[in-house]
């Protein structure tokens, strides 16, 4: 496998000579080897590098020169602001950064997203994207075979959310073909989604006229995956008021517990009123790569639409996003093509089908396929599974330890790499179930900023129905080892103990 995949100290030279070239007469190898040092670390060092070296925004504000003046600035004092950007930031791909659903940089694809910013294209037409039109195509077809889809439509989007805003205008727009030119007019559709599934789902109800009160949530089971006899039920109420079920969203890899909606059952229910099925993969969809993950997803093969977040799992710069259709070819440009003359003319000396801008809501397009490919490439199929089971394999190697600690609680056995647990120190053992639900909730936040201001580690906390705060971390990086999961929970009770002293006694 190429060296530049898993960078050691032997290629480093190597990709500091690309960063150098790639900023010639701008940034020289002083600025440059600071750079790399947050994409490829000594490990000796990293573990003494911060994850943040966290100011409040008043005291950042002092630190930063914001003021843009009306004469250009001097190139060291441009050099001096790049650096403070770089020195106040979080940098996500450090090893102890597990507080959000992405974290490293795939090396590859951060030169994939050099190459395509120094080209500066635009996805709307061949005629100016001829490369990347066909390298986005590719990969929308490769994305849709893996999950079993053919006749494939989809597009690159700006995040998971416009990916699934996408996938419900098109089912709307096949239920009601008149909609794009009457609008709403009266049309009462419902769409479901789970309490825990991602709120795009919902904001996708208000950007499409849907409205909230139209998008129904569904209950959850303990490990949070969807309750289809809710689901069911609440179909039937919405019969019931007169509605007409149009969508429900299924979940591979909820956003907290990291959970897989059951989706041969989800179908099986949906089918039965003509309802378009869903697949909000954005996170847990990478298990497509993994032959030892791929039943996670069983049953997608018969649902209409999915919804893939490269840049999480797989390490790919921000943003990378797709949603890709089940035979459905030409619907995206059915539902909000307006064939503007000025970019696509039908006498263009290649077919016009390469012009996918009139199926985005944007005109101007940002090129975010090349470096999902750039990486493929690279990796091979196989070399994208065992990014998958590393990060598999790290939050494993978690669960074990916190189920050797009796301070350590988890909160559910993870179907994905998000852990979620509690730390819950002995001398809570005496609490009643309200006081320690209420410490709980005080703690955390206590906890959380230690990790801030002293710059440690970023895991983050939330509440969730019932539940008091617990921590989810979300196992990314390939760098963790067993050592660094024991300093990260003994780093957690530390803080909870003086914390929790802090709440008991004031």
Known sequence: MHSLLFPTKGNRNLIILHANWYATGFIDFGQSDMLIRYMIPEPQEEAKDKVVDFLTPAELRERLDLLVKNEPQALGDILADCMKTVQYSVNTGHVHFFNQLFAKVDIVAQMGEW????????????????????????????????????????????????????????????????????????????????????????????LLGIGTDNCVKVACHKDGTMDVADLQAKIDEAIERGQEPMYVTATAGTTVFGAFDNLEDITTVARKHGMWVHVDGAWGGSVMLSRKRRHLLKGIEHCDSFTWNPHKMMGIPLQCSCVVLNNKKGQLQAAIGT???????????????????????????????FKLWLVWKARGDLGMEAVVEKAFDFAGMLVAEIKKRPSFVLVTEPMCTNVCFWCIPESMNALGAQEKQEILNKVAPLVKQEMQTAGTTLVGYQKLGSLPNFWRMVCLTDKATHKDVVWLLDLIERYTNSSLDRCLHG
């Open 339 to 369: 064939k503007a003359g000025y970019l696509f003319q039908a006498d263009k000396l290649y077919p016009i089908e390469y012009d996918t801008g009139d199926k985005s809501f944007q005109c101007g397009r940002r090129v975010d396929a």
């Open 115 to 206: 190459l395509t910013t120094t080209l500066n294209a635009s996805m709307y037409t061949y005629e100016v994207a001829p490369v990347f039109t066909l390298m986005e195509q590719f990969m929308l077809d490769k994305i849709g075979s893996l999950v079993g889809f053919t006749n494939i439509d989809g597009i690159f989007a700006p995040g998971g959310s416009m990916s699934n805003m996408y996938s419900l205008m098109v089912a709307r727009n096949m239920k009601y073909p008149d909609v794009k030119t009457k609008g709403m007019n009266g049309k009462t559709p419902v769409v479901f989604a789970s309490e825990h599934s991602h709120y795009s789902t919902t904001k996708s109800c208000i």
